[in-house]
């Protein structure tokens, strides 16, 4: 097994609505946010080689929506997920499963594209099978009022058209061990219905790749949850039973959202548990 991580591309959100009810003295410390209080959001992906399987974790934002709706996020840097593929030597083509952590659009707007005379839509990865849960997916496409705008369902019903979507079978346990896939799952409700948190073993370490149970470093104490979370009180339970798992076994987090920290390991403190060393993937992992 090879992992590779994908930047996709980079834009910003408000700081208010990253943190929730964090006063903007104590967040700013780790996310200084500009003039208009919007701070730097990376969208980065995670590419796993095993076999003749070439998985892809989250695809990004996209480029199919309207330069209306794209005026909101403020895009910025020159990453893309056709460049970064590239970088690598691989090709969406190439490209054999994605799995979707959820499908809010800034995780899930790459799987879909406009077809060749812009008139409807396509899968962007034409070889692949796209996974979800058949929970999430009930939930993202009836939408509540609260998420409609994140569960665009241009991004979603064209998987389900195609044939190319596929359920993981959860069962009743918050651990999932997929027979599909070359990880585990941990699947949690706080953000969304369902989220999925991949648990691959690679190279004697677990890495965790966080979707938006941790969007970035500055998020790593117990109270500090996203004012996107439908459940601000599960996800904080449900945070504080991971991040004693992640002490106690040592793992790896791998940040989707934090644009300038791809990895860190995390510490019990005094004050709870904290940022132990802060790392790239190129200097843990060779």
Not at 83 to 91: E, T
Not at 189 to 200: F, L, N, R, S, V
Not at 205 to 213: G, H, I, Q
Request: aromatic share 12%.
């Amino acid at each position: 097994m090879t992992l590779y991580p994908v930047e996709t591309g980079n834009f910003k959100l408000d700081g208010g609505a990253m943190f929730g009810v964090v006063p903007k003295a104590i967040w700013s410390k780790t996310n200084p946010a500009d003039s208009n209080n919007l701070i730097d959001i990376a969208a980065r992906s995670l590419l796993i080689e095993d076999g003749d399987k070439l998985t892809l974790i989250d695809t990004g934002l996209g480029n199919k929506q309207s330069e209306k709706f794209f005026s909101y996020y403020y895009q910025w840097g020159d990453y893309s997920l056709d460049g970064s593929l590239k970088k690598l030597g691989f090709h969406r083509n190439d490209i054999t499963d994605v799995f979707m952590t959820h499908l809010h659009f800034d995780h899930c707007g790459g799987s879909i594209q406009w077809n060749e005379d812009r008139t409807g839509y396509e899968p962007a990865f034409k070889n692949a099978a796209f996974w979800t849960n058949k929970g999430h997916w009930q939930w993202a496409t009836q939408p509540n009022p609260r998420e409609k705008a994140s569960f665009l369902q241009e991004n979603l019903l064209p998987m389900q058209d195609s044939g190319q979507l596929k359920f993981i079978d959860k069962g009743d346990s918050a651990y999932v061990k997929s027979s599909e896939l070359a990880f585990d799952i941990l699947c949690i409700d706080g953000h969304t219905e369902k989220q999925m948190i991949p648990h691959i073993k690679y190279q004697s370490k677990t890495l965790v790749f966080m979707a938006d149970l941790m969007p970035t470093v500055g998020h790593i104490p117990l109270p500090y949850v996203t004012g996107y979370d439908t459940r601000p009180l599960l996800s904080m339970n449900e945070k504080a039973k991971f991040l004693k798992d992640a002490v106690e076994k040592e793992y790896v987090l791998f940040f989707e959202h934090d644009a300038h920290n791809q990895m860190c390991t995390l510490k019990n403190t005094e004050k709870g548990t904290r940022l132990d060393e802060l790392f790239s993937f190129k200097e843990i992992f060779h």
